[in-house]
């Protein structure tokens, strides 16, 4: 009898706590699921759209775009006709689509591995029209990762051209 409620506990906390880990599991699932949930949400740079994928951003991240809020703030009060600096969340590139036939097609991301060491890695996060597209106009993205108590975290986006997220969200304006 005590076995059989020591093999009950362990089920019930392996089916319920496995889906709130298995997210964070490797850098890549941590990044897959930032990606899967981003994309289907809205992505605007506002305060709810940061709070919404604050599960994957580092708490130095988290707090470069809170700060970035309050800039943005302020600057859009003393000059209402000027646009934002970030008018989405910076992450991944514009959204552009391609004409297959009839249909619209939106690039797909691909997540990669990179370098992994104890508490830090990097993924490539490949963005491309699927094959329909005559060019799939490739952007590659490098995603610095750190691991935090609750799994790992996004804690940069490295762009193309060797700039990054958290150089404009520390930029002096």
Known sequence: ????AVTFAAVFITIFAAPAFAQYATPVEAV???YAFHHTHDRSFSRAAIEARKKWFSAN?????????????AFLNSNPNEK???EDLSVDPI???????????????TVKPGAEHK??????AIFAFPSPCKDPDTTIYTIEI?????GWVIDNVIYEDGSNLVEDLKRKD
């Open 32 to 34: 897959r699921s930032f």
């Open 84 to 86: 934002p600096y970030f």
């Open 95 to 109: 959204d552009e689509s391609c004409l297959a036939g009839t249909r619209q097609l939106h690039k797909q991301v």
């Open 61 to 73: 991240l988290y707090e470069l775009f809170l700060n970035e809020l309050k800039r943005e703030n």
């Open 146 to 150: 750190v691991r935090a108590s609750r």
């Open 119 to 124: 508490s830090a890695a990097t993924v490539r």
């Open 1 to 4: 009898m005590k076995n059989s």
